[in-house]
């Protein structure tokens, strides 16, 4: 079982798909130091504020985990992630079962090119061999996140991190503030299914409590306790 230990926090998160964390930091201050020194961990890689292990062996968190600290602007790199995706599509993929159909579009590609060619004054040439990977950046086929609704949005950015980059570990900022019950529900079974750990921070206890999370709340005065709950206290 992988676990995460912080430098200023006492307890030692062991993280389990079916049991999401959720950190009330009531502390201004003292959320601004863990966000900040997280995204130096993972974004920069900075010195190690938390310390991810799995079976007494040291992981590198910039490797497998991600910080979200807004969810409203979630757009990946175009760039990055086509890039990745290329690679993710010929290492996963074989598309055997629609080769007639990238053959079709390899003949009417060529057949528009071989006409270009005679068109223009300049002497040209191309390849007139085409894979699904040629074809996918002539369409700039690229990542996307729905816009459906704002959970799907969530879910598919995670999901692509998951699939592209091997993200195992997701660290969210005040999500209870935007989904309400159901949707954070839905959401966390999402999770669940990608195999993925959650750890939700908020700045002050949410409106509802779900079953199975485990909710550690660092007051102002920098006291870690543990809200209890009644088996059907929400």
């Not at 060529?110 to 006409?115: A, D, M």
């Not at 300049?122 to 007139?128: E, F, K, L």
């Amino acid at each position: 079982m992988k676990q995460i230990a912080c430098i200023d926090i006492e307890r030692i998160f062991l993280l389990d798909t079916f049991h999401p964390y959720s950190i009330v930091i009531e502390s201004p201050s003292f959320f601004y130091s863990f966000v900040s020194k997280t995204i130096d961990q993972i974004e920069r890689g900075g010195d190690e504020y938390l310390v991810l292990s799995e079976n007494n062996i040291l992981i590198d968190l910039k490797k497998k985990g991600i910080i979200l600290t807004d969810l409203f602007h979630l757009e990946p790199d175009e760039k990055k992630t086509t890039s990745t995706l290329n690679k993710y599509l010929s290492t996963n993929y074989e598309f055997k079962e629609i080769s007639d159909e990238i053959n079709a579009a390899s003949t009417a590609i060529n057949i528009v090119l071989s006409k270009v060619k005679d068109i223009i004054s300049i002497p040209v040439d191309y390849n007139d061999e085409f894979t699904l990977l040629d074809i996918a950046k002539f369409a700039n086929l690229r990542v996307t996140c729905s816009t459906d609704s704002f959970l799907s949005y969530i879910v598919d950015f995670i999901k692509f991190n998951v699939a592209l980059k091997g993200i195992e570990i997701f660290i969210l900022l005040n999500t209870k503030r935007f989904l309400d019950e159901k949707q954070y529900t839905l959401f966390l079974k999402e999770m669940m299914l990608l195999n993925v750990e959650i750890i939700n921070i908020e700045t002050s206890r949410g409106p509802y409590h779900i079953e199975n999370e485990t909710e550690i709340v660092i007051d102002k005065d920098l006291c870690e306790y543990y809200p209890m709950y009644e088996p059907n206290q929400k």
